[in-house]
């Protein structure tokens, strides 16, 4: 249904001051010990907030968050979708895993005309190379090869972005070898194809870009991909050996390469190509759509160092990256529809509210908590407030905005103007995924501090707080192998998160539902649980709110 309006509680009216949700990405709960940044550092007020009776864990991977198994880790983006949106959506990876099975996805207009431009230049493929799940799949970047070989595509140039984030910190070489044994297997099968690895970069130096925060970084990659701009190596595999051996970066910070056996780039992008783009996320995957399909580009110049213009392509991504602003306009799978979102029914009812974070995740609060939407939905009730990030490799700056952040919306709260906030604290995640144990320690020590400052204002103005977050990482910084060397571990965890709620008013009116064993409680029911807290009946079709009265 469309219908948008709210039912007040039968016996909550709410309390008299605002309510403010902080979500703490990356902060999730794992067992107490040396690798877990949470509980190596002094948190007092976290303490506090978990051991009062309302206080549960929440599901934040998997299903739970529309991912296809239980073996996937939470992300970002299916984090702030369901708690935004209060119900669960199956989320792009299963969206493509599904139009792969059912073969749907090569019956689309946008794949017959791809292959078409690939027919007749070359099939360009670009996304994050690994088997994270976060972005992007290898087995979708496998299927998508096989099919247009089947249909007689006989250039294929693959342009890879090393992860290191979303997986294990030096593991490129492994997806490259798998990479390179299909791409074998495709050229050995029909004569003439000429399927490769072209060009590549870290994702964080190049491309992968999000929220504008570095666009140097998508225009590092364009040129590089585009016009085979960066240093030259006769493979993929050889250009990242050569680095690891010059520093002890990870692979999502490893320089761009171009692949080149002595003729020059053996892929570079002409007029009359198709770039199909493989990620199904959207925040990294936005700019880079926009710089290769819009023509009257101009955040960066596309011409090439010796004068080449941009190449006239057929662009298309997995998903369509941003339903509002319709980025890109081609799309092979329809991205998931969340409609009616916590933030449609606020501005239905005229309460007003904030959003606030730092650039790094200021689109979680807002694009990804409004359903890959775009932009205010009622500009005269929401004020939405970006803090610019510094482009630094986090672990140096293990603070992050997030006092500047605290700061900022203690003013809002004050003001009164708002009944509702919501506010992402970036740092357990930004640094957790830079592997660096003692920085991420820091960065909880310092959102502990911020998170008492909150405290006290809640308190003042007789509001209501809740702490949750969308995922773990800072829980988990290290693994120990069986020879018991310790590896960074830069991406995600599998753990629940923390869902806490401080009502100075608090006196017994509602209470936490039990958190039954094997309970299915995740990030899905948050939003019906605001609902609540803030004197609403939750619209009948989300999930159950974790409070009773
Ligand atoms: C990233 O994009 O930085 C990582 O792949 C996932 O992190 P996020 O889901 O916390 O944004
Ligand atoms: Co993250």
């Known amino acids: 249904s469309s219908d948008l309006s709210l039912q007040p509680h039968p016996s909550f009216s709410g309390r008299p001051g605002p309510l403010l949700v902080v979500v703490a990405d990356g902060v999730g709960v794992a067992p107490p010990g040396t690798s877990n940044a949470i509980t190596e550092a002094s948190t007092p007020t976290l303490d506090s907030l978990y ?72 099939l360009h493929l670009i996304g994050l190379h690994s088997d994270g799940g976060v972005h992007s799949s290898l087995e979708h970047l496998y299927a998508l090869l096989r099919r247009a070989a089947d249909e007689g595509v006989m250039s294929c140039a693959v342009h890879i972005l090393h992860d290191g984030r979303d997986v294990a910190a030096r593991s490129a070489l492994t997806y490259i070898e798998r990479t390179e044994a299909v791409l074998a297997e495709i050229n050995a099968a029909g004569p003439n194809r000429n399927y490769r690895i072209a060009s590549g970069g870290g994702r ?4 992968m870009d999000r929220y504008e925060a ?77 710089a290769f399909e819009e023509p009257d580009f101009d955040v960066f110049d596309r011409t090439s160092a010796s004068g080449d213009p941009a190449p006239d392509v057929f662009f298309a991504g997995m998903l369509q990256y941003d339903g509002d602003a319709f980025i890109p306009k081609k799309f092979l799978v329809a991205p998931p529809e969340i409609d009616r979102t916590m933030g449609q029914f606020l501005c239905a009812e005229g309460v007003k509210s904030f959003a606030i974070s730092e650039t790094q995740k200021f689109g979680h609060v807002t694009y990804f908590w409004n359903g890959n939407k775009s932009g205010y939905i009622d500009e005269h009730l929401e004020t939405y407030i970006e803090i610019p990030s510094d482009n630094v490799e986090f672990d140096t700056t293990p603070a992050m905005k997030v006092r500047e952040i605290t700061d900022e919306t203690i003013d809002l709260l004050r003001s009164g103007e708002y009944r509702f906030g919501r506010l992402n604290f970036p740092s357990g995640d930004m640094v957790g995924h830079t592997g660096h144990l003692h920085a991420t320690v820091e960065a909880m020590e310092i959102i502990d501090e911020c ?93 159950p709110s974790l409070v009773q009265f």
């Not at 198994?69 to 984090?79: F, I, L, Y």
């Open 214 to 290: 570095n666009w140097k970084m998508v225009e590092n990659g364009y040129m590089c991909h585009a016009h085979g701009e960066g240093p030259a190596f006769a493979s993929a595999a050889d250009a990242v050996e050569t680095m690891y051996a010059e520093s002890d970066a990870g692979d999502q910070y490893l320089g761009r390469f171009v692949v080149d056996r002595g003729a020059g780039p053996v892929g570079m992008i002409h007029d009359g190509d198709a770039v199909v783009f493989f990620n199904f996320r959207g925040d990294r995957a936005i700019e880079i759509s926009r």
């Open 451 to 543: 998170m008492a400052r909150l405290v006290e204002v809640i308190d003042e103005l007789d509001g209501v707080l809740v702490f949750t977050a969308d995922h773990g990482n800072a829980d988990i910084m290290f693994t120990v192998d069986k020879d018991g060397v310790r590896h960074p571990k830069t991406s995600h965890t599998l753990s629940p998160v923390p869902f806490a709620i401080h009502d100075p008013n608090y006196d017994g009116e509602y209470h936490m539902i039990e958190a039954a064993a094997g309970s299915d409680h995740g990030l899905a029911n948050v939003a019906s649980t605001v609902f609540n807290l803030l004197g609403y009946e939750a619209p009948s079709d989300y999930n």
């Open 204 to 207: 964080m130096t190049i491309t």
């Open 51 to 122: 051991a009062t009776e309302l206080y549960t864990e929440l599901a934040a991977h998997g299903p739970a968050v529309g991912l296809p198994t239980d073996d996937d880790m939470g992300n970002s983006e299916v984090g702030h979708n369901a708690l935004g949106a209060g119900r669960i959506f199956a989320q792009g990876a299963k969206l493509v895993n599904k139009a792969i099975t059912t073969g749907a996805i090569f019956e689309s207009d946008v794949w017959a005309e791809a292959i078409e431009h690939g027919r007749n230049g070359t």
